[in-house]
């Protein structure tokens, strides 16, 4: 059996779309399609099933979904152990969200230096739910995220925790203010992305007048929507967070949530990998570096 087979199986499992399935793998929809049909023939049985409009496991789908994860999770613990013995001078791929600069360096400095000096790290920008699904499908070792999933084969370790804020027209009735609060809202349009669908942001979802999702273009463009007026954005109060420095600028001022509506970062791992002979040197010094999370 092809494990990329596997590995294309997982993808489209986790979309039920193979056209998103396809672009989140970097291939076309018909060797995909293909490969799928393949992996069918050698186990014998439908996988999946295709209409026009969705996509959906069977039973032997389903039943297969967790054997994949984690014969894919093996053999990249596998690849990685053999490559850290042979050469003393291996690659661990970590998932990352948008985070300070500092932030990075200190993991490396903090966490993966003192552990394994040789090891060279490879940062992959990405959303939570994709470092989720190259977690369990071994593509990455480690993931930094900031919203745990319900899912009792990941492990997760506060490691940062960030004062959130909120990004307003720059006008005198709101450079007044010192701290937002939700009737701040009340007369703005709230464009949102994942941040604003935790539970300690919806008072503010709910005060503000209309709320749709960032859909502009460009990196940091609804810093030109907040400028024009009537609408606002959640963001980081930390000057070094990447959500901050991307809405800055003329025309915008940011004020901070309460104290008590914080935004945590984890460190994400699955609990499989936990061996001293696997992650956990690794994950033993990142517990002593950050016994308590970093505050920003």
């Not at 954005?233 to 967070?241: C, G, I, L, V």
């Amino acid at each position: 059996m092809d494990l990329r087979h596997l590995q294309y199986f997982l993808a489209v499992a986790h979309e039920l779309n193979f056209t998103r399935a396809a672009a989140s793998l970097h291939m076309a929809v018909s060797p995909l399609s293909r490969a799928i049909r393949e992996l069918e023939g050698e186990v014998g049985c439908a996988l999946l099933t295709r209409t026009t409009r969705n996509v959906e496991l069977t039973e032997a789908g389903v039943a297969l979904l967790p054997l994949a994860q984690d014969i894919l999770a093996r053999v990249n613990s596998l690849s990685y152990l053999t490559n850290l013995r042979a050469s003393g001078n291996s690659e661990l791929a970590v998932g990352i969200r948008s985070v300070p600069a500092s932030f990075t360096a200190m993991l490396i400095e903090r966490v993966f230096e003192p552990a394994a000096p040789r090891l060279r790290v490879k940062f992959r920008a990405n959303p939570v739910r994709e470092q989720i699904k190259q977690l369990l499908i071994g593509d990455i070792a480690l993931a930094v995220i900031s919203e745990p999933v319900d899912d009792p084969r990941i492990a997760y370790l506060p490691v940062m925790v960030e004062q959130a804020a909120v990004a307003l027209p720059d006008t005198p009735e709101h450079r007044s203010i010192d701290v937002v609060l939700p009737y701040h809202l009340r007369d703005l349009d709230l464009m949102v992305g994942d941040i604003a669908y935790r539970d300690m942001f919806e008072e503010y979802v709910t005060a503000a007048r209309s709320v749709s999702e960032d859909r502009t273009p460009v990196i940091g463009g609804f810093r030109f929507e907040v400028a024009n007026g009537g609408v606002a954005a959640f963001t980081m109060f930390n000057p070094e967070s990447p959500l901050h420095i991307t809405v800055q600028g003329p025309g915008v001022v940011i004020r901070p949530l309460p104290e008590t509506v914080r935004y945590t970062t984890h460190l994400a791992w699955l609990r499989e990998r936990e061996g001293l002979d696997d992650l956990g040197v690794i994950l033993a010094q990142a517990r002593i570096a950050f016994m308590s999370p970093v505050e920003y």
